[in-house]
């Protein structure tokens, strides 16, 4: 019995008290391209500026090359090829993420934290898929993946308006970036427990709409105020955050040039394997979290297990795909060596280490990152070496995650 009760005592001390976890928010920003921020060397974004300031800059960070995939990894730590999301889901699309997935919303309210979405799900529009259904106390946005920013209405008609509280339907025509303002404050006002909030803006996404722009305009000025007006929303959130709050911001892939949006100096954008399509911006900061730029290669999926060891949270009893880098954030330690992995339709490519390895329109391209960021330079000729190992290696990625979930790529094996 003594025994017990020392282990038991261990156990209880080891854990963090409760009021001490930390609340985690999550900005996800829609289609920001790489050099669209201040701290990456783009135009000034004084709020999201200031977090870099305060915190941590993640030059090598990854999502994948759509909105879809990207967010299916952030909710649940593992590739979204292991659920058949490998695109972005249209309005009409009849499926979602599988309820079988454990989001970092379920695995957190197990651990006493309130939850809450405000914004784009795009997830799944079916009431199968809901957010409430998939770990979050509280829902307000959009189901989908594109709408008017003022009557959220989708490109299929007034018939089709994508705007919701939980599960009622809101016929109100407000600016979209200001209502998620609201909202997100509201949540952390009435909210008594640690909390995980993800805010996912519908900026800049098309049809791009500064707040006195109603026309859906997509010329570099109206971009460069709807990208003004979710700088503006993030700063007015932070400042009303408690200090014991640690805030995340990313983009969920890069920009589209043909929108307006800026890579540089990257290759690419949106729905591409290049880096322009999938390096996006992250940034970190928080109680505990080191001040500086890290060059550590991170991707959406380690989100989840980061953050569960930040929250002091158990991991779910599936396998996840993702790292912890929580040591990074604290200055501790890096993580372990391995290689990422991206599919676009019958395109895809693996980065390990230095080198980047693509299929793109049946072609093998492999590049040297660290001297050649913008891959422009195509070394598939003179190092077969390494693209055979990494050629392999995307093998045998691919077939343990497309078990159930068939995926066609090009560049086969020789």
């Not at 997100?184 to 006002?189: D, E, G, L, M, S």
């Not at 791009?208 to 460069?224: A, K, V, W, Y």
């Not at 929108?259 to 394997?273: A, C, I, T």
Request: proline share 6%; glycine share 10%.
């Amino acid at each position: 019995m003594k025994n017990l009760l020392v282990t038991a005592l261990f156990i209880f001390l080891a854990t963090p008290a409760l009021a001490d976890r930390p609340n985690i928010v999550l900005f996800i920003a829609d289609d920001i391209g790489y050099h669209e921020l201040g701290s990456f060397g783009g135009p000034a974004t004084p709020n999201i500026d200031a977090i870099a300031g305060a915190g941590l800059t993640f030059t090598d960070f990854y999502a994948t090359p759509f909105c879809t995939p990207t967010r299916a990894d952030v909710q649940t730590g593992r590739y979204h090829q292991r659920t058949g999301l490998n695109s972005a889901l249209g309005y009409l699309s009849s499926t979602g993420l599988p309820s079988s997935e454990v989001t970092m919303a379920e695995q957190l309210r197990t651990n006493g934290y309130a939850t809450a979405l405000v914004g784009k799900w795009h997830l799944g529009r079916q009431d199968a898929f809901h957010p409430n259904r998939q770990g979050y106390d509280y829902f307000f946005g959009f189901r989908g993946g594109e709408g008017d920013y003022f009557t959220h209405r989708t490109n299929y008609g007034s018939a089709y308006i994508d705007w919701w509280r939980n599960s009622t339907f809101l016929p109100t025509v407000e600016y979209s970036t200001w209502a998620y303002t609201r909202e997100a404050n509201a949540f952390v006002n009435r909210t008594t427990q640690p909390f995980f909030m993800v805010i996912s803006y519908q900026a800049v996404h098309t049809p791009i709409q500064s707040p006195s722009d109603t026309d859906g305009g997509n010329h570099l000025e109206h971009r460069r105020e709807t990208i003004a007006a979710m700088d503006a929303s993030i700063g007015d959130i932070t400042r009303k955050l408690p200090p014991n709050t640690v805030v995340f911001f990313m983009s969920d892939n890069g920009g589209s040039p043909l929108d307006g949006g800026s890579n540089f100096p990257l290759r690419g954008g949106k729905g591409s394997v290049y880096e322009g399509g999938v390096r996006v911006p992250m940034i970190v900061k928080g109680p505990g979290v080191v001040r500086g730029t890290r060059t550590t290669v991170l991707a959406a999926i380690d989100l989840f297990p980061t953050i569960m060891r930040l929250t002091g949270t158990s991991l779910p009893a599936v396998r996840l795909d993702g790292v912890d880098f929580s040591p990074v954030l604290r200055g501790t330690g890096g993580i372990p060596a391995r290689r990422l992995f991206w599919t676009q339709h019958a395109n895809w490519a693996v980065r390990s280490g230095r080198w980047k390895l693509d299929c793109v329109n049946g072609a093998l391209g492999l590049y040297d990152l660290r001297v050649d960021i913008g891959e422009r330079r195509n070394l598939a000729g003179a190092r077969p070496d390494v693209v055979s190992r990494l050629h392999t290696a995307f093998d045998v990625w691919k077939a343990d995650v497309t078990r159930g979930h068939p995926l066609s790529t090009s560049c086969a094996s020789q």
